[in-house]
C-alpha cells in the first residue's frame, strides 16, 4: 500500500512537465521541490533531534556564495558541487561546535547569532559578497554533458537529487543512528547513562543536517542565477522552520508538504496580495496556536477518527 | 585623539539604549523563560508610535512616555492573549513572537511607509557640550545619563521594593514562589509590560540619533540577544555590562573593519560561550 503509493507519488511528479501546462508551473515545482530538500533537512535537526534552528539559512546561503565564488572562479561543475559542499560542511562543524554548547532555547539564541553573522558577511564583507547586489552566475551548470536551461530539464534534474534526499532521509530514519538521534532528543539523561556519546550523535546530525540543506542552497543558486543577502536572512530561516513546523517535524512527509504549501502560498499569494510577510508571521501564529503538531500528523489524526466512525 | 572619544561617547550611548533594551529582554527572559523574538519590533514601533505622536504636537518627552506606554499596552495584550496559552512551550513561543514580529514589521511598513523617519532632538539638548576640554554633542550625553538613571532605577526596583523581591523570587522558583502567595501569573504580565515599556521608550530617545526605518526591529534584536548572552539571562548587571561591550566593539568595529563590524561583534559572544555557556553573569547555562 505504501510502496504502491510512493511508485504513483513518484510517477505523478516524473511526468509533472509533461501535463502540466506553461513553464510558470514548471519552475514553482521545482521550487518545492529544492525548499522541500531544504526542509528535510532543517526536519533532522529541528524535528529528529529536538534542536530548534534558526540559522539555517546561513548554511544554505553558504553553500550557493561558496558555489558562485567558485564557479566564477572559472572551475567546472563537479569542482563547484563538491568545493561548495566541503565548505558548508566545515562551516557547518565550526556553527555545530559553538550551537551545542546549548540545548533547547540556548541552542536557538545561537543559531539566529550565526546566523546573523553569516547575513552580515553577505551584506558588508563587500569585497568578498558584493553586498546587497549579490553575486550573479552565468548559466546553469550543465553536469554530464546535459543542459539544464530549459525549466522541464531542470526539474528533473532537481526531481532526481529530491529523490536521493527522500530516500536518504527514510534511511535515516530507520536506521539506529536514526533511533539514537530521537533518543538523544527524548532521553538524553538515558542515553548517556547507556553509553551513547550524546554529543557525537547531536553534531553528526547537525552535519547530515546541514549537507541537504547545502544541496537546496546549490540549487537555488543553479535555479536562480544569483544570490544576495536575502538568501540568508533571519526570514529565509523562519520560513525554513515554518515548512517543517506546519507540514509536521519528525515526519517524513511533512517538510515536503510544508515546503509545498509556503512556497505555492508564497507565489500564489504574492500575485494577489503586497502584504507576504504580514501572512507568513499570521500563518505562523495560526499554526503554533491551533495546530501545534503540523498540517500531515493533524490530517492523518483527523482521518483515523473519521475512519473509526 | 579627539576622533577616539568621540566613538567612546557614541559607544557609551549605543550601549545605554542597548541596556534599556536588553534589560526588558533579559527579565522576560529570566523570568518568564520566554525567548520574546518581538522585542526589536517593540524598539522600532515605540519610535514609530513617538512620530505619529510628535507630529500631532506632543512634546518629545511625553512622547517617550506615551509612546512606550502603547508598547506596554500592546505588549500586555500579546502576552494575555497569545504567551500565556504557550506556557511552558518554549519553541512555541519562539514561533509565535517571531511570526509576529513579521506582523508587527509588515503593518508598521504599511502605516508609516518605507522611508526613514527622523526625530528631531528635543530643544535644550542640541548642540554640544564641552567637556575635558572637548565638545561631545549633549543629546548623547543625555543618553547616557537616562540609562545610568534607568539602571539605578531598576538596580532599586528589584533588590529594594517588595514587587522587586518577588520577581526575584519568581525568576529564581517559580513553583515555590507560587506556593508562598505570589501571584506568577500577574507578575509575568507585569514584567513583560515593563520590558515592553522600557525597548519602545528606548526606541524613542534612541529616534533622534538612529531614527526609525523599516528593518529597526531586525537591527537591535540580535544586538539585545548578544547582549543577554554575552552579559547573562535575568541579571540586570549582565545586561548593563554586555550593553556597554556591545556598544564599544559595535562602534570600534564599525570604525576600523567597517566591512566586519559584525563579525567583531560576534565573536567575543562566541568566545563567552565556549568559555562560560552562562555568560558572564549568569547563575545557570542558557
Known amino acids: 500500500m505504501r510502496r504502491l503509493a510512493a511508485i504513483v507519488a513518484l510517477a505523478i511528479l516524473a511526468t509533472l512537465p509533461l501535463w502540466v501546462s506553461g513553464t510558470y508551473y514548471v519552475n514553482i515545482a521545482s521550487q518545492v521541490l529544492f525548499y522541500a530538500i531544504f526542509a528535510l533537512g532543517v526536519n533532522v535537526l529541528a524535528g529528529h533531534a529536538g534542536l530548534v534552528t534558526l540559522g539555517h539559512a546561513g548554511l544554505f546561503g553558504i553553500a550557493a556564495y561558496a558555489a558562485a565564488k567558485i564557479m566564477n572562479a572559472g572551475y567546472g561543475h563537479l569542482s563547484v558541487a563538491t568545493g561548495a559542499l566541503v565548505v558548508t560542511l566545515m562551516a557547518a562543524g565550526i556553527f555545530a561546535v559553538l550551537a551545542l554548547r546549548g540545548t533547547g532555547l540556548g541552542f536557538v539564541m545561537i543559531t539566529v547569532a550565526l546566523g546573523q553573522i553569516v547575513w552580515g558577511v553577505a551584506y558588508r564583507w563587500i569585497s568578498l559578497t558584493n553586498g546587497d547586489n549579490g553575486i550573479t552566475i552565468t548559466g546553469r551548470p550543465s553536469p554530464l554533458g546535459l543542459s539544464l536551461t530549459t525549466p522541464t530539464r531542470f526539474y528533473w534534474a532537481t526531481l532526481i537529487v529530491f529523490v536521493v534526499a527522500v530516500v536518504s532521509m527514510a534511511i535515516f530514519v530507520a536506521s539506529p543512528f536514526g533511533a539514537s538521534v530521537r533518543g538523544t532528543r527524548d532521553q538524553p539523561r538515558r542515553m548517556n547513562a547507556l553509553g551513547y556519546h550524546v554529543w557525537m550523535i547531536r553534531f553528526l546530525a547537525f552535519l547530515f543536517s546541514a549537507f541537504w540543506s547545502g544541496v537546496a542552497g546549490l540549487l537555488y543558486l543553479y535555479y536562480n542565477q544569483f544570490v544576495s543577502p536575502q538568501a540568508v536572512a533571519l526570514t529565509a530561516s523562519a520560513e525554513a522552520l515554518l515548512m517543517v513546523i506546519a507540514g509536521g517535524s519528525a515526519t517524513l512527509l511533512g517538510p515536503i508538504a510544508g515546503a509545498g504549501l509556503v512556497v505555492v502560498m508564497k507565489n500564489v499569494a504574492s500575485a494577489y496580495i503586497e502584504r507576504w510577510n504580514f501572512v507568513l508571521g499570521a500563518i505562523f501564529v495560526a499554526i503554533v496556536v491551533f495546530m501545534a503538531e503540523g498540517l500531515v500528523p493533524g490530517v492523518a489524526r483527523l482521518a483515523r477518527r473519521a475512519r473509526g466512525r | ?286
Open chain 2, 1 to 286: 585623539m579627539s576622533l577616539w572619544a568621540v566613538l567612546a561617547v557614541n559607544s557609551i550611548t549605543l550601549g545605554g539604549l542597548l541596556f534599556l533594551l536588553s534589560a526588558g529582554f533579559s527579565l522576560i527572559f529570566g523570568l518568564m523563560k520566554i525567548p520574546n523574538l518581538t522585542h526589536g519590533s517593540f524598539f522600532m514601533l515605540g519610535a514609530y508610535f513617538a512620530t505619529s505622536l510628535i507630529a500631532r504636537g506632543f512634546n518629545f518627552w511625553a512622547a517617550a512616555l506615551v509612546g512606550g506606554l502603547l508598547v506596554a499596552a500592546f505588549g500586555g495584550i500579546i502576552e494575555r492573549l497569545i504567551l500565556r496559552r504557550l506556557a511552558g512551550a518554549e519553541l512555541a513561543q519562539v514561533l509565535v513572537t517571531l511570526g509576529l514580529s513579521f506582523m508587527i514589521a509588515d503593518v508598521c511598513l504599511m502605516v508609516w511607509t518605507g522611508d526613514p523617519i527622523r526625530i528631531d532632538t528635543p530643544a535644550g539638548l542640541r548642540g554640544a557640550t564641552s567637556l575635558l576640554g572637548m565638545g561631545f554633542p549633549t543629546y548623547r550625553l543625555a543618553i547616557s545619563l537616562i540609562a545610568v538613571i534607568f539602571a539605578a532605577g531598576l538596580w532599586a526596583l528589584l533588590d529594594r521594593t517588595r514587587l522587586g523581591a518577588m520577581i526575584r523570587a519568581g525568576v529564581d522558583d517559580p513553583a515555590m514562589a507560587r506556593v508562598v502567595g505570589i501571584r506568577v501569573s500577574r507578575l509575568f504580565t507585569v514584567v513583560f509590560c515593563l520590558g515592553a515599556w522600557l525597548a519602545g521608550f528606548a526606541g524613542v530617545i534612541g529616534g533622534p540619533i538612529l531614527s526609525v526605518y523599516p528593518g529597526l526591529d531586525q537591527e537591535m534584536l540580535p544586538l539585545a540577544l548578544v547582549v543577554v548572552i554575552l552579559g547573562g539571562s535575568g541579571s540586570l548587571l549582565g545586561s548593563l555590562v554586555g550593553s556597554l561591550i556591545v556598544g564599544f566593539l559595535y562602534n570600534f568595529g564599525q570604525a576600523m573593519f567597517p566591512e566586519l563590524a559584525y563579525v567583531v561583534l560576534f565573536l567575543p559572544m562566541l568566545i563567552v560561550l565556549v568559555v562560560r555557556p552562562q555568560g558572564l553573569f549568569g547563575r545557570q547555562a542558557l
